[in-house]
């Protein structure tokens, strides 16, 4: 069985004191269900592992319940392919205006619904930030930073706990882990 990357973005963990989970558990947690190469970047759920051919809602769920049992914490997962991050990289059209990545957002649609359903916030002025969607993400440049930003705050409230976001330097370097050997044996991650 050839193995592919993939990638799990778990949303509103360790933002503040709720939701605490430390990244080897959660580590632990993804291999556990039979996954390999299990990765994570940064403090905040972001984690690529390797597997075969795999229902990504179904991994999805499956990663959602063992969180409840396995350390007692419930958040949304998304889980996608490393080829689905790669497209989500490349539609970016508001990468030209960002003059800090780290202002970029992505936010990951869960369906072809719930892009219908931002179509319209396209059609809005927001002024010096910018809002694009694409097939499987809708992209936010937030020039006066996330929290200020008017176009993340109407997509936040109009896609609720249904997405996650992350900005363009977390998913690049996602991109890049995915893209990368597996560790040597013994090599801490």
């Not at 989500?88 to 990545?101: G, K, M, P, R, Y």
Request: proline residues 4%; neutral net charge.
């Amino acid at each position: 069985m050839t193995s592919k990357r993939y990638i799990a973005l778990l949303r509103g963990i360790n933002v503040g004191r709720a939701k605490r989970v430390a990244m080897a558990d959660l580590r632990t947690l993804v291999a556990d269900l039979g996954h390999t190469d299990v990765r994570s970047l940064l403090n905040s759920g972001n984690i690529v592992f390797g597997a075969g051919d795999i229902d990504p809602l179904l991994t999805a769920s499956a990663i959602e319940e063992a969180m409840v049992l396995k350390l007692g914490v419930a958040a949304r997962v998304m889980v996608l392919a490393g080829d689905d991050l790669a497209a989500v990289l490349a539609e970016n059209t508001l990468l030209s205006l960002s003059t800090d990545h780290a202002r970029l957002l992505v936010f990951l649609l869960p369906d072809a619904a719930a892009r219908e359903a931002i179509l319209p916030l396209c059609e809005r002025d927001w002024g010096e930030g910018a809002l694009a969607v694409g097939q499987r993400a809708a992209y936010v440049w937030c020039p006066d930073g996330v929290l200020d930003s008017p176009a993340a705050a109407a997509l936040g409230k109009q896609l609720g706990d249904t997405t996650t976001s992350r900005n363009w330097n977390t998913l690049c370097k996602l991109y890049a882990l995915c893209a990368e050997a597996a560790p040597a044996p013994g090599k801490k991650t």
